[in-house]
């Protein structure tokens, strides 16, 4: 009775993403003109419908990408987190998620996923869904939280205290694993359990004064790293008996322009090619999904391999891409809009997810 339950439950969470073709939904947010800033000749790109981009390439050219949604320049955070939120409430039900935002430095990602403290980002408003709907349903849940950072191709963990003086102890090496049933778990990450929103938004405050950032041609305040943050639901029944866990991974990818137009060097050069590299070890595990090849290959960076149980069809994944709205911009735009169109044409297809 339990499983047709939850099996019942899960049907109604599916209901809510008719609209969805797989389980992968694309959002495009493209980032405002700032005051003082040059635009460039034209305006080359523009939110056309709630669904559509137009690229203008050139005098007559232009050309259409769909997504799932896309937010013009004016959109505001509670729009973006109103459409965000049916992710959130997945995790209840009995999901895996995760939210990436993915594209160029500097148009928007850390806006988007931490904000502002006037203007929160999906962050700090998931992690208060999360409370609010975790008090408001019959269950009782443990919630915890976790934030690693995956800098130069190793992974960090943003609560560890970090060593000040030469007797502190090392932060122990982080290692992923899979368990018995494909769910990935990363030894040693520290795991705080949370009992409301104040103290979760603290720890998310502390893991973000340790990020590796560095100012860059692009962006004076570039992140060059992946910030991932973990929020583990574990659900107990009414006699208190464990049920499930389930996480959602809420992830601010580090930037994805081509590193050799940045004009890095030294260490910004190294930063930018595993960005680089992690990226496109990305792109090569969406489109082994959508060709649905035998053969997935996560294990080619720590970003593929951390999110392994969480890009499957058991999971919802929104990936927001941001862009620029400048010419100057314009091929960075495109790839980034190639991309994530690649994503969008996932059918992860078991028979409720696909249409
Ligand atoms: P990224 O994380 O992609 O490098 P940021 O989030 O740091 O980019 O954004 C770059 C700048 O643009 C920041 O000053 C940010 O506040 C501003 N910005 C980006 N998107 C928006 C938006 N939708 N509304 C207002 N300001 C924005």
Known sequence: AYINQLNIQRRQVLNDFLDLKGNIRVFCRIRPIRIGENFGRLRPVVASESSDVVLKIGDNKSKNYSFDKVFHPGSSQDEVFSEVEPVIKSVLDGYNACIFAYGQTGTGKTFSMEGTPDSPGVVPRAIEALFKQAVESNHTFLISFSMLEIYLGNLKDLLFTHPTKATDPLPPRLSIKTDQKGGIEIDNLVAIQVSDF?????????????????????????????????????????????????????????????????????RRLDEGKAINLSLSALGDVINA???????????????????????????????????????????????????????????????DSSE
């Open 289 to 351: 999904l959508q060709r649905k090849r035998r053969h997935v290959p996560y294990r080619n960076s720590k970003l593929t391999q951390v999110l392994k149980d969480s890009l499957g069809e058991d999971s919802k994944t929104l990936m927001l891409v941001h862009i620029s709205p400048k010419e100057e911009d314009l091929c960075e735009t495109i790839c980034s809009l190639n991309f994530a169109t690649r994503v969008k044409s996932i059918h992860l297809g078991n028979e």
């Open 198 to 266: 104040n103290q979760a938004l603290r720890l998310y405050r502390l893991g973000c004064r340790f990020r590796s950032t560095a100012s860059t041609n692009s962006n004076a305040t570039s992140s060059r790293s992946h910030c991932m943050i973990r929020i583990s639901i574990t659900c107990f029944d009414a006699l208190e008996r464990r049920r499930e866990t389930n996480k959602i991974w809420l992830v601010d990818l580090g930037g994805s322009e081509r590193v050799l137009k940045t004009k890095a060097w030294g």
